[in-house]
């Protein structure tokens, strides 16, 4: 068996992400190749075996030469993995070192300690213990560092204010690993093996026990971490071998990994295959990504009343009780307008987390607000305060306590990321993270208790009344405080933010609420980094077990918002929903860091979405180097699965004859069904429902006639909406190739934008005035109203203007028979609320459903973003000024009073929450808001 250990796995990898206050080491004559992604060092010795300090981690990255489809696996010994092989984590777990059997001393000569592995106990000093004592990893016995055995060796590690543990490693030499009493990292020393042999074995028969080996020579006790699912290497086009990145990170115990296998269908993939060539764009990334991830914030999905500190993990939780009545784990299941299911209501929030407030908490017969600011002068402190709103009643003050439950501690997602806690009275709680040192969390008053939990801080029971709580970290410089200077920070910190909104003169509030609606839905994990679900928490299955859900279209439509209010949430969603393309060549309807829906996508606009980036911010176009090989990718895809021809007689645009057409055809929205079957596939819906979701229009009446073609796994029609969609994005992906220098790629894709923006010329219905679906076998207009028999029309029929593709004749000819009539869409002055989701003619209008009606941000703005290609037009832009108007009305409707960003709203009313199924706090309804700002020119 050949094994790869790892230093030299490193050495082929070379990785190059490195933060900037973290350096890289090296001993000997190996070069240290793995960087630590979050914390610590990572120590590699002569003899090519890396080890690493509990709870530290290394990052390999590089590219990975095999040929054909692979299931690949890991073996080792010890430490948390995650392996991705481009873009696709495919490996995510932990490597436990299983026990073997004793064996016999090598060579029968008891002196001889190779193969054997000690382990001090590290455990905490109790009555009888020695706190240097040491046991065997996996076997019974524990030998005691006696004064007599190893005075010499603990004399030499007290001296350096340290207290040790000894790795024996099968090598000839045994290393001592240190850490000091206040915390932190000692430097390593070198022990001879005779020396330490001699006191490990006397002071092992001196306590009448043998040396319990932890594994024989010639054995490699290991487990095996196996791929989700076999992937072709590589996958991307035009790649000669595929992207590889694998993390390693040893687990709090003191088993760390000292080598790894990696497997390809079983067999050993030799160093050889593993290059240590990483991507100019991919450094970037991680660079940025790191650069990024710092700093207190709401990073937790599952909890509005968490704040965790990045990139270390440590988090301060609130639970607030009022007699019998509790609420923890605030907005887990996502928002409502249900207030028994979500009892809150949202506040003002700077997206790096600077200032947070939930406005209004209820509990019981308590109102409380909550408010934090980050203070100090690297803002590695925060407090917390929680005033009250509405007393508590006598009834219930005098029976049971009205607390917070405070705790802290490292969730549950942010594995493998560790801090050792523990309660330290009333004084607060305390925390020990590598790489930061400790973190306080301190009572501002004297009513506070302890628990084995946490602390208990009691909440005033009158009108005003103000608790806090102080929270220090590493280097922070608040060390003391009290509860008047704590809100005099919350006070300062939200006047700072207001004053960014006072900027945009009458439309302040209007940037508030969209800046509001991306900073509270910003969160963090492991896999994705920093990016927004389209709302936080999430009563989803399909969201588990990471509780968020990533929907392409959605996620897209957020980094536009983002935009003007943060650039790494705009880059990073943009990356991070990209990424998720799975190995099948397109990017996923939503993905969960684990499984998606996986049998088909939603409409495409990414490649929008990342020219709206690049054309406002042009440092941001080194995404284009990282990102166009999959959106490349997912462009053919469209066309090699989706796209269908008319019959030739049904216009002059297409070549067709009603069967799939690769090259000339239009989409039709499908699902491919055998993807069902993958083992990354979260859904299974019927094939109707999910060709209609793949438009993203889940109950739109217009695919109310469809029927589902099982041959082609399409549905009856193609798409006005989506083949427009379709043509920008070839023709956004083009503008974005030919600036970053790729001219074959630009050539193939305006060739392709071109001859869909010349098919969708057989979408134009003379007599409606409008483009309209058709069945794509016989060329038939589709689909006519149930009631009425009149065509459906809904925003998507309007969508051709996105890519272009109307002249201007039509472009009028549609904005004065339906965008501007009040009979229809009503988008003109004297309407107070616009453009709902199907025209107000249709029999469906009055359904106030979702996609039957309502008025959605995503399609107002893409219909802003059609009219302003046409703005030199008296009559688009005076809609887009129209539309501009009505949008921000909506949007202000539920922002102002209630702090609400809907999924979408009641077009006439502009009510969000007048319907049970409208979510609120859901990122893309501030688009409505955005096009109001762009219009003001505000932002740009």
Not at 91 to 107: K, V
Request: overall charge negative; aromatic content about 8%.
């Amino acid at each position: 068996m050949v094994v790869l250990p790892l230093a030299l796995m490193g050495a082929a990898l070379m990785g190059a992400c490195v933060r900037a206050d973290i350096a890289a080491q090296s001993y000997g004559n190996t070069a240290l190749a793995g960087v630590p992604t979050w914390n610590g060092t990572v120590q590699t010795f002569s003899d090519g075996v890396a080890h690493l300090e509990p709870n530290t981690s290394m990052t390999f990255e590089g590219q990975l030469s095999l040929v054909g489809w692979s299931l690949l696996s890991l073996e080792g010994d010890g430490g948390f993995a995650r392996l991705w092989v481009d873009d696709h984590l495919l490996i995510d777990g932990t490597l436990d070192a299983p026990a073997s059997p004793p064996c016999e001393h090598p060579g029968g000569d008891p002196t001889r300690l190779d193969g054997y592995r000690m382990f001090n106990a590290d455990l905490p000093t109790t009555a009888g213990d020695d706190p240097h004592s040491m046991r065997h990893d996996g076997g019974d016995c524990t030998a005691h560092c006696s004064a007599t055995v190893c005075a010499a060796l603990c004399r030499s590690l007290a001296s350096k204010g340290c207290v040790g543990f000894v790795t024996m490693q099968n090598r000839p030499f045994n290393v001592c690993y240190m850490r000091k009493l206040a915390g932190g990292n000692c430097s390593t020393e070198l022990v001879p093996s005779e020396t330490f042999a001699s006191f490990v074995l006397a002071d092992a028969n001196a306590s009448g026990c043998a040396v319990a080996p932890n594994f024989c020579p010639g054995a490699s006790p290991h487990s095996e971490l196996v791929a989700k699912y076999a992937i072709p290497i590589p996958f991307l086009p035009g790649a000669a071998a595929a992207k590889f990145r694998l993390e390693i990170t040893s687990s709090g115990s003191l088993h760390s990994p000292t080598r790894l296998r990696l497997l390809s269908n079983g067999t050993e993939v030799p160093a050889s295959v593993l290059s240590p060539t990483v991507a100019p764009a991919e450094l970037q990334y991680q660079t940025e990504r790191a650069a990024a991830e710092v700093g207190w914030n709401t990073w937790l999905s599952g909890d509005m009343l968490t704040h965790a500190l990045l990139p270390h993990g440590i988090a301060v939780s609130l639970a607030l009780h009022v007699g019998p009545a509790s609420v923890q784990g605030l907005g887990g299941q996502g928002p409502s307008c249900d207030t028994l299911k979500f009892p809150a209501e949202h506040g003002l929030h700077a997206v790096r987390g600077e200032y947070t407030e939930i406005a209004r908490v209820t509990v019981g017969s308590g109102v409380f607000r909550v408010e934090t600011a980050t203070v100090g002068e690297r803002d590695l402190d925060m407090v917390v305060v929680i005033t009250t709103l509405a007393s508590i009643a006598p009834s219930v003050a005098p029976l049971a306590p009205s607390f917070a439950a405070v705790t802290l501690g490292v969730p549950a997602p942010f594995a493998p990321r560790v801090c050792d806690t523990r309660v330290n009275g009333t004084a607060g709680l305390r925390g020990d993270c590598p790489g930061i040192g400790l973190v306080h969390v301190r009572p501002l008053s004297d009513h506070a208790s302890a628990t084995a939990a946490g602390l208990e801080l009691t909440l005033p029971s009158t009108v005003g009344g103000q608790a806090a709580l102080l929270v220090t970290a590493g280097g922070g410089t608040s060390s003391s405080m009290v509860v008047a200077e704590a809100v005099a920070a919350v006070v300062a910190a939200r006047a700072r933010l207001v004053s960014r909104y006072s900027k945009f003169g009458t439309h302040n509030e209007t940037f508030a609420g969209m800046s509001t609606a991306i900073a509270w839905n910003v969160i963090y994990t492991p896999y994705e980094g920093i990016f927004t679900p389209v709302f936080r928490g999430s009563p989803w299955s399909v969201s588990k077990p990471h509780n968020y859900v990533l929907f392409e279209w959605d996620t897209y439509m957020a980094s536009i918002i983002a935009v003007s209010i943060d650039p790494w949430v705009a880059r990073s969603n943009i990356i991070r929903m990209t990424k998720s393309l799975i190995f099948k060549g397109f990017v996923a309807g939503f993905w969960n860091g684990l499984c998606g829906e996986v049998d088909k996508s939603k409409p495409p606009v990414g490649s929008v979405a990342l020219e709206f980036l690049v054309q406002r911010d042009a440092s941001a176009l080194w995404l284009v180097d990282l990102l166009l090989p999959q959106m490349l990718l997912w462009n053919r895809w469209w066309a090699q699965t989706r796209q269908f021809g008319l019959p030739a007689t049904s216009g002059s645009g297409s070549a067709g004859r009603g069967q799939k057409n690769v090259t000339f055809g239009l989409l039709a929205p499908g699902s491919t069904r055998q993807n069902i079957e993958l083992a990354i596939a979260c859904t299974n819906q019927p094939p109707l429902v999910a060709s209609r979701c793949e438009t993203g229009l889940d109950n739109s009446p217009l695919y109310d006639d469809a029927t589902f073609d099982d041959s082609e796994d399409v549905i009856d029609s193609v798409d006005v909406g989506m083949s427009a969609l379709y043509a920008r994005d070839a023709q956004s992906l083009a503008w974005l190739a030919r600036e970053a220098g790729y001219a074959e790629e630009a050539i193939e894709l305006v060739a392709r934008g071109d001859r869909i923006t010349e098919a969708i010329a057989d979408l134009w219905n003379p007599a409606e005035g409008v483009y309209l679906n058709r069945l794509w076998q016989s060329g038939q207009w589709a689909p006519r109203d149930g009631k009425t028999r009149a065509a459906v029309v809904g925003p998507p029929n309007f969508y051709p203007m996105i890519a272009r593709a109307p002249n201007a004749t039509q472009v009028n000819r549609m904005i004065a028979r339906f965008l501007s009539n009040v009979s229809e869409f009503g988008v003109t002055a004297g309407v107070p609320h616009g453009l709902p989701s199907i025209s107000r003619s249709s029999s469906a209008f009055n359904d106030n459903s979702y996609w039957r009606g309502r008025t959605w941000g995503p399609m107002n703005f893409l219909i802003y973003l059609g009219l302003s290609e046409y703005d030199v037009l008296p009559a688009a832009k005076q809609a887009m000024q129209d539309l501009a108007r009505q949008s921000e009305a909506t949007f202000l409707s539920e922002w102002n009073g209630h702090h609400r960003v809907m999924e979408n709203y009641n077009s006439v009313t502009g009510e969000g929450c007048d319907v049970g199924n409208a979510i609120p706090f859901y990122h893309w309804g501030a688009l409505t808001a955005l096009i109001a700002l762009m219009d003001a020119g505000l932002v740009p």
